[in-house]
């Protein structure tokens, strides 16, 4: 029986897109992909450390623009983002499966990795909307919009265009808590950062570097909250379920100022 050759890579979608090359490259017969910071238990394997190369990435990702649709791309791309244990080994599935036939297959949900994918890349739609909706920012002394948010899955490269479109004109912050780093607008680019400052114990910035109005606005919106919420007709079960607890201590309405 032949042995499974274990292609570990940074965790980066490059990382993961060049994995699939080496396995077209040197037509790997049973390969499994996973991250570097992974435990692995299994013995009479072969061990290969995939290096990110963005050309050969650019590669299988231009080689699927021509095979799928737009929205299955997408879905591929959102599926990598849940983090989910061994999500980049589904995908390899999907993906040999698109470059091994003519056929477009992304609907046909007969198959098991599709469908798998589709239902993982809704999963992580959802979570971006929510974290469209559930953003709230601190104005610092520097003028800077920060935010700071601890999602699901990893969901901040989604929502790059909705707040440069939204928020064209300021400059923001959104960190992930969870994950380490975060998205800053500095109204002309994007850059992903990391910042020593915050961590799982420190997941807010100060009061000490608010701008001079902001606890002033931090009243106005809970005062504005409290305002419209007709105690006669509150429903907590409804409530949790559009806003589950866990988004509740980044939401200013949420917590004493």
């Known amino acids: 029986m032949a042995p499974h050759t274990i292609l570990q890579y940074d ?9 699939v090359f080496m396995v077209y490259e040197q037509k790997i017969q049973l390969p499994l992909i996973q991250k570097q910071s992974e435990e692995n238990n299994q013995l009479f394997t072969i061990f290969e450390i995939v290096h990110t190369d963005k ?64 239902q993982v890349a809704k999963m992580v739609q959802r979570e971006k909307h929510r ?26 490269p989604l929502l790059i265009r909705h707040f440069k479109d939204r928020y064209a004109d300021q400059k923001w912050i959104i960190y992930d808590i969870k994950r380490g780093y975060g998205i800053c607008y500095n109204l002309i680019n994007i850059e992903f950062i990391t ?10 910035i100060e009061k000490d570097v608010y701008s001079a109005q902001e606890m002033d606005f931090q009243k106005l919106w809970k005062s504005y909250y409290d305002s419209v919420n007709i105690k006669s007709r509150k429903n907590s079960k409804l409530h949790i379920q559009h806003l589950p607890k866990r988004y509740w201590k980044y939401l200013i309405e949420k917590n004493e100022y």
């Not at 299955?72 to 999907?94: C, D, H, M, P, W």
């Not at 559930?134 to 948010?149: C, G, H, S």
Request: glycine letters at 4%.
């Open 131 to 156: 974290m469209e909706a559930f953003v709230r920012f601190k104005k610092t002394k520097d003028d800077y919009y920060v935010a700071t948010v601890e999602p699901d899955f990893n969901v901040l």
């Open 55 to 118: 050309t050969k990435a650019k590669r299988v990702w231009d080689g699927l623009r021509k095979k799928v649709p737009k929205p299955q791309k997408r879905a591929i791309f959102k599926a990598f983002l849940s983090e989910i244990k061994g999500v980049e080994n589904t995908l390899l599935s999907y993906i040999q499966n698109i470059f091994d036939t003519s056929q477009n297959i992304g609907l046909d949900y007969s198959n098991k990795d599709i469908l798998k994918i589709s």
């Open 195 to 204: 910042v020593d400052f915050f961590s799982k114990l420190r997941t807010t």
């Open 11 to 19: 965790g980066s979608f490059d990382g993961f897109l060049s994995c």
